[in-house]
């Protein structure tokens, strides 16, 4: 089981696009988040799939064809500045969280 | 309901000093993740405890690590004779018994510098 996050850093300026991307490696149904830590601070649940909901203008669709579960925003603002981590859940006996090494991201004025 | 909390925030040790980390759950939670973040790297799993049992422990180093979380009181990460290497953010994470969500709660972490 593994969690990839292509991206280590991620710059965007205020007002466009932002996607930082996840894929996963599991081999039975994933459970999927996306944490935030904002600098020097604890880490914050964000989204998890199962909820589908929309946090501070972040949606994240599981795909499970592409083994995916990129965050979107369309429009990003510096206070989204921070850095992303995509999880998943071994589901096992263990419960534990495997994690992705995290996006850096970065919005400009 | 205070939420994880962790202490000490910050801690100073020479090497070859130990370190002792506390972790107090939110309340009603019994399970307890360690998780470290050493600079410029991701979030590693560390330790997965219940109350009085170690489930389980495969990102501890072998050596100089243990942790525990006793039936009255907070998790204690401890590093014995620590080494420079050990510098990083000590993060921990509890969950209620029922793992409603599967949502795990963070503590705002340690910070371990070794001069």
């Known amino acids: 089981q593994r969690v990839t996050q292509p991206e280590k850093l991620l710059s965007v300026f205020k007002g466009a696009p932002v996607e930082l991307k996840c894929n996963y490696s599991?081999?039975?149904?994933?459970?999927l988040f996306w944490y935030v830590q904002y600098s020097r601070q604890r880490l914050q649940l964000l989204l998890r799939?199962?909820?589908?909901?929309s946090i501070k203008g972040f949606t994240a669709d599981l795909n499970k064809g592409e083994t995916s579960f990129h965050l979107k925003k369309p429009f990003a603002q510096e206070e989204d500045s921070a850095m992303y981590y995509c999880?998943?859940?071994?589901?096992?006996?263990?419960?534990?969280?495997?994690w992705g090494l995290g996006t850096s991201l970065a919005v400009n004025p | 309901n205070a939420g994880v909390m962790q202490n000490p925030r910050h801690l100073v040790r020479r090497r070859g000093q130990e370190a002792r980390l506390r972790c107090s759950p939110m309340?009603?939670?019994?399970?307890v993740y360690w998780y470290r973040q050493l600079p410029e790297e991701g979030l590693k799993f560390m330790v997965y405890?219940?109350?009085?049992?170690?489930?389980?422990e495969s990102g501890m180093p072998k050596e100089r690590f243990s942790a525990e979380f006793p039936k009255e009181g907070p998790s204690i990460l401890r590093i014995q004779q620590v080494v420079r290497g050990d510098s990083a953010a000590y993060f921990c994470?509890?969950?209620?018994?029922?793992?409603?969500?599967?949502?795990?709660?963070f503590g705002e972490g340690s910070w371990l510098t070794v001069v």
């Open positions: 994470a509890s969950s209620p018994v029922d793992d409603s969500g599967n949502t795990i709660y």
């Open positions: 309340k009603g939670h019994s399970h």
């Open positions: 405890l219940q109350k009085e049992n170690i489930i389980d």
């Open positions: 599991y081999s039975g149904s994933p459970e």
């Open positions: 799939h199962i909820s589908r909901e």
């Open positions: 999880a998943l859940i071994n589901a096992g006996n263990n419960r534990k969280l495997i």
